[in-house]
């Protein structure tokens, strides 16, 4: 049996269900996923299409910049996930909108160099320029 896990937004309209492990969990410095959340920066984890299933209302897409397509939900407003055609076949959903949050931990940071001056954090992983994580 496959172990899985949930997520899903603050009013819980948006839902989904991912089948672990995953393929990554990253931070992601870059402009426009701070924007998204509204965070100094996001924690997210790729997962390849075949592991993971809305299980809720799907929620809605906006497509932030060619090849990339985010999406929140339209009740709440909560970002969910982010996609590009540059790493076609992975979903990017926000750890954050997990229901275990504390089961992923970040092993990189991608877009690094377009860290927020005033973030700092040591904790030794490393660092790649670019959101492309699966190039590194």
């Known amino acids: 049996m496959t172990e899985t896990t949930k997520g899903h937004c603050l009013c819980k309209a948006v839902?989904?269900?991912i089948d672990l492990p995953v393929r990554a969990c990253v931070n992601c410095h870059c402009d426009s996923c701070r924007r998204q959340c509204s965070s100094p920066m996001t924690t997210y984890v790729?997962?390849?299409?075949?592991?993971w299933r809305w299980t809720g209302k799907?929620?809605?897409i906006y497509k932030s910049s060619p090849g990339v397509e985010r999406s929140f939900c339209e009740n709440c407003g909560t970002p969910i996930s982010f996609r590009s055609e540059g790493m076609s076949g992975v979903m990017h959903l926000y750890v954050a909108?997990?229901?275990?949050?504390?089961?992923f931990e970040p092993t990189l940071h991608v877009s690094h160099e377009e860290k927020l001056s005033w973030l700092h954090l040591d904790h030794g992983l490393p660092t790649h320029e670019g959101p492309d994580y699966?190039?590194?």
Do not use: L
Not at 97 to 103: D, G, S, T
């Open 97 to 103: 909108a997990m229901e275990e949050p504390e089961q």
């Open 15 to 17: 839902s989904f269900e």
């Open 46 to 51: 790729g997962i390849t299409d075949e592991k």
């Open 134 to 136: 699966t190039k590194a």
């Open 58 to 60: 799907e929620p809605k």
